[in-house]
């Protein structure tokens, strides 16, 4: 490192600690090359596709070739083929990620464009009484609502569940036959298809309330927590395996008892992660339809009663009004309050997964001094 | 260097408390034919001894002879590790610890641990670790009474001086000595009767070591205390009696193979192995 003058770039340092050698040229791109070589890879593509007369898109991809081709070609040409070959695979790295970030970035700016003419204090404060059939011009109030209190639902029964389920598996069932078979069940219901989870809660309420056609936004609590519940076990359990035995031993050594130990050791140890995970879980379910098709139904207006009837969540709500979209007269305004839905949904589970980041770091055990 | 634990008594009232302490404190532990287990693996075989009240009892021998996992059993912390059991007795004040109605949460209370690798709780502060022994159980107690054990104990540790202005600080910040000590402060908050440590200086420098050593030896007037060392010099500087541990052959468990006041152990020990591990021409 020495040798290395401390403005160089420290990818290419450890190179110079090589002895030479002298059947590769030893020089060193400019640090603009890549820089150099896009515009030249731009200005190729777009003359290419100029000439040709094509798209946009077969200029795009021209002058991509273009770039993965020359960039490395010239580093091998004036430095060395290591350096060449580091070159071609960060160009092809950048290239996945772009890649991998095109449907995301255009399905957000797509949701945030057209949602975002429909976002106004009437459509977040109002719901479509009297005006669901026809001219769609209410708001999601009542779908807030009702995701709210089926979310709520499903995370009291399913987060007490799981966390305990995870504690039990971690803490005391370890090694034994019942853990086995119980963390083989948390992964068959792992893979329960969500519609599944609503049969099974309408034909609970059936029975309990022997109703044939069960509304309630209890059903749609059980439905997407038996959806949760596997999540929450699984990290829990992930959580609480990270924390080392040293920790355990300190604790039993002080003659703390195991339940204590568990409850004032363990879990704050483990709490930033437990909290992370559940709150994920919870973003999980905040999107699901079908259960809550078959068990909540659909509504038009707010419904504050968990126990009867029928309500509006706003996954729902998304699926009922992209029904009225087709209308001649109305669709128009239907489209507005789908996009407009779809971005408030998108902002509620985004800020739960923000809200679960802050929380991780928040109550992450300390180091600092 | 002043290891005074807390403010120094007039000298009668410290004789009477040692008396008090006599009567109630540092118990002797005698232990026949203990075998101890990790599932089917026998890794200790047959120990036979009595550890004196009110001294230090060191153990050496080569790695993996079984020292740490004998002095585990002492406290019964051995049996947290899944399918660990102990055969034998080991009766501390007339109570075999591993009799069937013995709670091994009292037992451990009354006998403490200092781990060879430092594992201070990384939730907890500073002051918090010190005093996870009684805020773990939930022992109610007043501020200064509070204050007044996390100071003595950090004493005790030789630690207040560095730590003292920073309590409220995370004990996981500490470098991996000022976390040893803090461990060794934890577990001397809760006076427990017998103090089990295991290569409790292996990540200090010479002088923590030469501290912890001098601790060591103010605390066996009021512990019974016990010591796995690999520092042959600690051994003999520190402790009053010696137990050497060996493997009979590779495969085969740990045994003691002599246990005698450290004076004899390291003048002329019975046993020509003794002499063989302590002059340094094996393990
Ligand atoms: N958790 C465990 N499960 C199974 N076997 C173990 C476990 N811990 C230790 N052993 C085995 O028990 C034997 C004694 O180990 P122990 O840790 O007591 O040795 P030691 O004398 O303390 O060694 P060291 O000086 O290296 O600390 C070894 O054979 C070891 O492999
Ligand atoms: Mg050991």
Redesign the pocket.
């Known amino acids: 490192m020495t040798t290395t003058p401390p403005t160089q770039d420290l990818d290419h340092s450890a190179a110079d600690l090589l002895p030479p050698d002298p059947t590769q040229p030893q020089g060193q791109l400019p640090r603009t090359a890549p820089l150099i070589v896009g515009v030249a890879a731009v200005a190729a593509g777009a003359l290419v596709g100029l000439i040709l007369g094509s798209g946009l898109a077969v200029m795009v991809v021209l002058a991509w070739a273009v770039y993965a081709v020359a960039y490395p070609t010239w580093s091998a040409a004036v430095e060395n083929r290591r350096k060449a070959t580091d070159r071609l695979v960060t160009v092809l790295v950048w290239t996945a990620f772009g890649l991998a970030m095109i449907p995301l970035v255009s399905l957000i700016l797509t949701v945030v464009i057209k949602g975002s003419r429909a976002i106004s204090w009437h459509f977040l404060t109002s719901d479509q009484t009297g005006r669901a059939l026809i001219e769609g011009t209410g708001g999601i109030f009542h779908a807030l609502v009702g995701s709210m209190m089926v979310t709520v639902i499903a995370a009291v029964i399913a987060i007490p569940i799981g966390v305990l389920t995870a504690v039990w598996l971690v803490e005391y069932g370890k090694g034994s036959r019942l853990a086995s078979v119980i963390t083989f069940l948390v992964d068959v219901m792992t893979g329960i298809p969500s519609i599944v989870a609503g049969l099974f809660a309408l034909a609970f309420f059936q029975i309990v309330l022997s109703d044939p056609l069960p509304r309630l936004a209890i059903g749609g609590g059980v439905a997407l927590s038996l959806l949760m519940i596997p999540t929450v076990i699984r990290s829990v359990e992930e959580m609480l395996k990270l924390v080392p035995d040293d920790l355990r031993e300190a604790s039993y050594a002080l003659g703390v008892p195991k339940w204590r130990t568990i409850v004032k050791v363990v879990l704050p140890t483990a709490v930033a992660g437990i909290v992370t995970g559940v709150t994920l879980s919870i973003a999980r379910v905040a999107g699901e339809t079908a259960p809550l098709l078959l068990i909540v139904g659909t509504a038009y207006t707010t419904n504050w009663n968990p126990f009867d009837g029928a309500l509006a969540t706003l996954p729902t709500f998304i699926y009922s009004a992209l029904a009225r979209t087709g209308n001649p007269q109305y669709g128009a305004a239907w489209s507005d309050q789908v996009w407009g839905a779809a971005l408030v949904l998108i902002v509620i589970v985004m800020t739960l997964n923000v809200v679960a980041r802050v929380i991780g770091a928040v109550f992450a055990p300390k180091a600092g001094r | 260097m002043s290891l005074a634990l807390g403010t120094v008594p007039d000298p009668d009232t410290e004789a009477d408390q040692a008396v008090d302490k006599e009567a109630d404190m540092a118990k002797s532990i005698d232990v026949s034919d203990v075998n101890i287990y ?2 089917d ?1 026998l ?2 075989e047959g120990v036979n001894m009595t550890i004196k009240a009110r001294s230090v009892t060191a153990f050496i ?10 002095l585990r059993s002492l406290n019964r912390m051995h049996e947290v ?1 899944p399918g ?1 059991r102990v055969e034998g007795k080991i009766v501390v004040d007339g109570q075999d610890l591993y009799e069937p109605g013995v709670d091994p949460v009292t037992v451990r209370r009354q006998i403490g641990m200092v781990f ?1 690798r430092p594992n201070p709780f990384p939730t907890m502060s500073i002051y918090e670790n010190v005093l996870a022994g009684m805020r773990l159980n939930a022992k109610k107690m007043s501020k200064s009474d509070a204050d007044g054990i996390v100071e003595r104990s950090l004493r005790g540790a030789n630690l207040w001086n560095e730590v003292k202005d920073r309590l409220d600080k995370p004990g996981a910040g500490l470098s991996g000595g000022q976390q040893q000590r803090l461990c060794i402060a934890r577990a001397i908050a809760v006076q427990p009767d017998v103090l089990l440590m ?2 409790p200086c292996s990540a200090l420098d010479p002088i923590s070591t030469s501290a912890i050593e001098d601790l060591i030896h103010e605390l066996k007037t009021e512990f019974t205390i016990v010591i ?1 060392t ?1 520092n042959m010099q600690q051994a003999a500087r520190v402790s009053d009696e010696t137990g050497f ?1 060996n493997l009979k052959a590779t495969g085969e468990p ?1 045994h003691l193979v002599e246990f005698n006041p450290t004076s004899k152990m390291f003048a002329n020990p019975d046993d020509p192995a003794t002499e063989a591990y302590i002059s340094g021409r094996f393990g």
């Open positions: 990790y599932g693996f890794a200790v021998g080569p790695s993996g002879c079984g020292k740490s996992t004998f590790i660990a060879q295991d290569e796995v690999h541990f740990g």
